[in-house]
């Protein structure tokens, strides 16, 4: 079946801008996570719905991040006011449920901010 | 708080040796452990998962890791590698919070191995 999906794949904008990236899990999975690779680093993680809600925001590292799940299915990661350090490929990732279910990942979104 | 430490940034083998990718853990409760393969402009693919079963795990591609509590270790290993297996890996722990899992990965930063021809 159909894998994670998420778009853009590649994004370039400039400082201060608004930018949304879009994930798409696989069809049923109720968990959805957001992590970051910042370039020669593990991914770290951002936020984790279970369903529409967000279970765990922890890892956003501040108020310009935002995330969403409204129907229980696709989610939208916002970054208000974009930095330079926010460059990064972006990671979503989906589980059937959380705790030790596998989590299967999309191929990320490249965010280049100039 | 779960961690994990990957103790090479950089393993280079010949093709036909061995592979050793060593990773140390640190858990509070009984850990649920994964290695994760990333190939260049790839997505993150699962080689393999401990969680409290048998404590040799065997993975796809000829991977296995040996989970060893007494040494708080996940080492991968595989007996010979080929020059696909040339990509960057990730040993990683399930974060649990108290009175329960939630079920976000806790990354190491990374072995990346290299392969010779």
């Known amino acids: 079946g159909a894998g994670v999906s998420q778009t853009p794949s590649n994004k370039v904008t400039e400082k201060g801008k608004y930018v949304e990236l879009r994930c798409d899990p696989i069809s049923g999975h109720t968990a959805l996570y957001w992590y970051r690779q910042s370039l020669g680093q593990g991914p770290e993680f951002l936020i984790y719905?279970?369903?529409?809600?967000?279970?765990?925001d922890s890892g956003l590292p501040n108020d310009r991040f935002f995330a969403v799940r409204p129907e229980g299915s696709v989610s939208t990661l916002k970054i208000q006011r974009t930095e330079r350090g926010d460059s990064a490929v972006y990671l979503c990732a989906s589980s059937l449920r959380p705790s030790t279910d596998t989590q299967y990942f999309g191929p990320g979104t490249r965010l280049t901010v100039l | 708080a779960q961690s994990v430490t990957q103790l090479d940034s950089h393993v280079s083998v010949s093709e036909g040796t061995p592979v050793l990718l060593r990773c140390n853990y640190s858990?509070?409760?009984?850990?649920?452990l994964f290695w994760y393969v990333q190939h260049p402009n790839k997505g993150l693919q699962l080689l393999l998962k401990y969680t409290s079963a048998a404590t040799l795990v065997k993975g796809i591609n000829g991977f296995e890791a040996e989970f060893k509590k007494s040494e708080t270790s996940f080492h991968l290993t595989k007996p010979s590698a080929h020059m696909s297996d040339a990509a960057e890996y990730f040993c990683?722990?399930?974060?649990?919070?108290?009175?329960?899992?939630?079920?976000?990965?806790?990354f190491g930063k990374g072995t990346k191995l290299s392969v010779k021809p």
């Open positions: 858990s509070s409760y009984s850990p649920s």
């Open positions: 719905f279970q369903g529409t809600g967000a279970a765990d």
């Open positions: 990683v722990v399930s974060d649990r919070g108290l009175g329960g899992s939630q079920g976000n990965l806790i």
